[in-house]
């Protein structure tokens, strides 16, 4: 199908970049090249100063940020409302639009822990949630609200919570918060009768938490100066956070430690993992001062998560070449690798995501030819481990051409009840309780849009790009009915590609804003997500991460070829990984974009992975390679390394988005990519940043900020494509 020219739309592509007398000249940021060498190879950053010397302080204080970077940053931020200022009633009514489909007074369906239920909820013109609960079986009118994250953020320019847990008991709850964006977060507990802190107070957390059953020691996870979580502490209700006990203490600052507890409530799980490997110790919750077991001792490449159910631990794992992972158990006394017995194999392409264990059946979650599933088995008591009763296995699936599924057990073991959520690119979240004693399904909650929504209204498809070397990449679309198929709309492409996550074909009122005002939206699955099972991972990190770029450029060739759009009219966003992505398919296929949008862009990849004080440098090195210690790993990261290609050339519009105290992705990278853009693009295409000067890795905090952020994304898309 040959697309049609849209000359008007190439005339007001054009017009944006004329330079108005009132527009201000771009920030130009001062050169001062800094030479470094690596295996031979000579590196030249002339932007390295942007880089705070003292960004760690940076991050527990943004006051401390040098002068002469603030003011750079704050030139960028004044340079891109400027030159987006036309875009601002546009942004104004595109936050309107998306708030209106919000439920301002939303909540989660409630779930029961013996003589509560609790869930979360929103109030109207609130931006934080309040966490509340009732007496089972009560109204939802009468909710007591244990926290209220609206208060709690009084006066606060930014403020997440990052966990909270109440005690067995219900008597306490202990929450972590952070209110500067750098996920250092401050554990804190509750008395729940009267509403009032108790004096315990623990800073520099990564915001775990796991409560003994005695319901007055709290276990939690404690940072490094680097702000890498490998300590496991020990603290009791009442006593002073310097006498706290250190429990665990990861020596390699290449792996990262997780709290969780198993279903049954009997273990707390110390998890020490990479982006490869995994290793797992149980603490008996009733004996909180035990020393903590081992399960299977760490090695390279060995992946597993644990369960429990009687005298067994119920263990997924990679082990004996089960790529997409296969089920085993183990004697709780003794649960070496040499005691493991399989009772779901490994099957090839079908990736087993998650697994629940109840008092009487396990619940997984698992994915294959890209679509989800949930598969339920009755299991029995079996001293040899064989405790499934494969007679009543049954599974819940859907039927649309491309769905999202997620799975919950709750807080209670002893139950035939799972708690899951459907829903499509089309279709909002629905969420229902399920009985896999009866197979009774019931609907709980539907997601409402209070401003209306008809899925009647729109089309998801999924196709399958043709890569490079004959894969097939999944690609899902969203776009309204009466939109022309004619290669003449924009296209939206959405991609992320790493850590093994997948990308949900889900629903999203925000981007029906883009929908329908003509754009169609497209996710594309590449390579570097779980989307078509571990392999589809493994063939796009390390040496294979090239894939991943050249997939999603095979999707927006595909998506042209089919007549859905045409070149320079596909504007590409992708955040964080996806932000790679970003900055790599700017340097390779230029020309075939319109716009990107990098939203906290790792595009300094090689200085990155080559600075092993940053928070995230050793435990990424698995994903990336060691570019430290070995030259193949530093000569195929340099030759794709988002800021070291930028060069010559017309790149097309790019807004690049930033947060000042983002541990993850450091704002400097995104502000010397486009420096170095801004300086070698022979385009008079926008090149933007803007920097959240009190967030970090999400941006805004709140509900109604979030969703501006959305908007001006969504308002430069519009901008570029002549339809703001």
């Known amino acids: 199908m040959t697309a049609p020219k849209d000359s008007a739309s190439t005339a007001r592509q054009s017009a944006l970049v004329k330079q108005d007398a009132a527009l201000p000249s771009p920030p130009v940021a001062r050169r001062e090249p800094i030479v470094a060498t690596h295996h031979s190879v000579q590196l030249t950053d002339d932007y390295a100063w942007l880089r705070a010397e003292n960004w760690q302080e940076v991050m527990r204080d943004p006051a401390a940020l040098a002068i002469d970077i603030r003011n750079h940053l704050e030139a960028e931020n004044a340079y891109t409302e400027a030159m987006l200022g036309d875009t601002q009633p546009l942004q104004e009514t595109l936050f309107q639009e998306m708030k209106a489909r919000l439920k301002e007074d939303d909540r989660q369906v409630p779930l029961p822990d ?20 009732i007496p089972r079986g009560g109204s939802v009118d009468d909710a007591q609200v244990l926290l209220d994250g609206n208060a709690e953020a009084e006066g606060k320019k930014y403020w997440d919570l990052g966990n909270a847990a109440h005690s067995n008991d219900h008597a306490l709850l202990a929450y ?29 957390t990564r915001g775990g938490i796991q409560w003994a059953n005695d319901n007055k020691t709290l276990f939690y996870i404690k940072v490094d100066e680097h702000q890498r979580p490998l300590f496991v502490y020990r603290h009791v209700v009442g006593t002073p956070a310097h006498e706290d006990v250190l429990v665990y203490e990861e020596k390699d600052s290449g792996f990262f430690v997780s709290l969780s507890g198993t279903q049954s409530q009997k273990f707390i799980l110390i998890d020490i993992h990479d982006h490869e490997t995994s290793e797992v110790w149980l603490i008996d919750a009733d004996v909180p001062r035990a020393l903590p077991q081992i399960v299977a001792r760490r090695r390279v490449g060995h992946q597993y998560d644990v369960e429990h159910y009687g005298s067994h631990l119920v263990i997924t794992t990679n082990s004996d070449g089960a790529e997409d992972f296969r089920i085993v158990t183990a004697p709780v006394a003794a649960p070496n690798e040499a005691n493991w017995r399989e009772i779901v194999p490994h099957k ?12 009487g059946y396990m619940a997984r979650l698992e994915r294959e030819d890209s679509l989800p599933r949930i598969v339920v088995t009755p299991l029995k008591q079996n001293e040899a481990g064989n405790i499934l009763d494969r007679s009543g296995e049954h599974t819940i699936a859907f039927d649309e051409e491309a769905y999202a599924l997620g799975l919950s057990s709750g807080y209670e073991f002893d139950t035939t009840s799972i708690r899951f959520t459907y ?23 539907r997601q409402e849009v209070p401003s209306g929504h008809n899925p009647g209204d729109y089309v998801t498809r999924r196709l399958l790009a043709l890569a490079e070397d004959g894969e097939r990449v999944p690609v899902t679309l969203l776009y309204k009915k009466t939109t022309p198929i004619d290669g003449s709309a924009p296209l939206f492409l959405y991609g992320y590609g790493a850590y093994g996550i997948s990308t949900p074909a889900s629903f999203s009122t925000a981007r029906l804003s883009l929908v329908d005002r003509g754009f ?12 078509k099972g571990f392999r589809w991972y493994t063939d796009g990190k390390k040496e294979k991460k090239k894939n991943t770029f050249t997939d999603f450029v095979a999707a927006g060739e595909h998506l042209i070829a089919e007549g859905f759009t045409q070149r320079r009219r596909i504007v590409a966003n992708g955040g964080s990984a996806g932000g790679m992505l970003m900055g790599a398919i700017a340097n390779m296929a230029p020309d075939l974009f319109l716009g990107i949008i990098a939203d906290v862009p790792f595009v ?46 017309p790149y097309p519009h790019i807004l690049a988005l930033a947060g ?65």
Not at 685 to 695: C, R, S
């Open 423 to 445: 829903s499509s690119m089309t279709t909002p979240a629905e969420t229902y309780d399920y009985d896999m004693a009866t197979r009774e399904r019931t609907l709980r909650k």
């Open 520 to 531: 169609i939206f497209a996710i594309a699955h590449v390579r570097g997500g779980k989307d």
């Open 348 to 359: 090839s392409g079908r990736l087993i995501i998650d697994v629940n264990v109840l008092a």
């Open 176 to 204: 972590a918060t952070d209110d500067k964006g750098s996920e250092l977060y401050t554990i804190r507990i509750r008395d729940l009768a009267t509403g009032k802190n108790l004096a315990d107070e623990i800073s520099d």
């Open 114 to 133: 013996g003589p509560y239920e609790y869930f979360p909820r929103f109030v109207k013109g609130g931006q934080y949630f309040q966490l509340c609960r």
């Open 604 to 649: 300094d990849v090689l200085n990155t992975m080559l600075d092993k004080d940053l928070p995230l440098t050793p435990p990424e090195w698995p994903e990336w390679g060691n570019p430290l210690t070995s030259k193949a790993d530093f000569d195929y990261i340099l030759s794709y390394s988002p800021y070291e290609n930028v060069e010559a050339k």
């Open 660 to 724: 000042l105290t983002d541990p993850r992705v450091t704002y400097w990278e995104p502000a010397k990519w486009i420096a170095k853009l801004r300086a070698l693009s022979t385009s008079d295409n926008l090149v933007l940043l803007k920097t959240n000067m009190g967030a970090g890795h999400g941006g805004a905090s709140g509900r109604f900020d979030g969703l501006k952020d959305t908007a001006l994304n969504y308002a430069f898309a519009l901008k570029v494509a002549g339809l703001g």
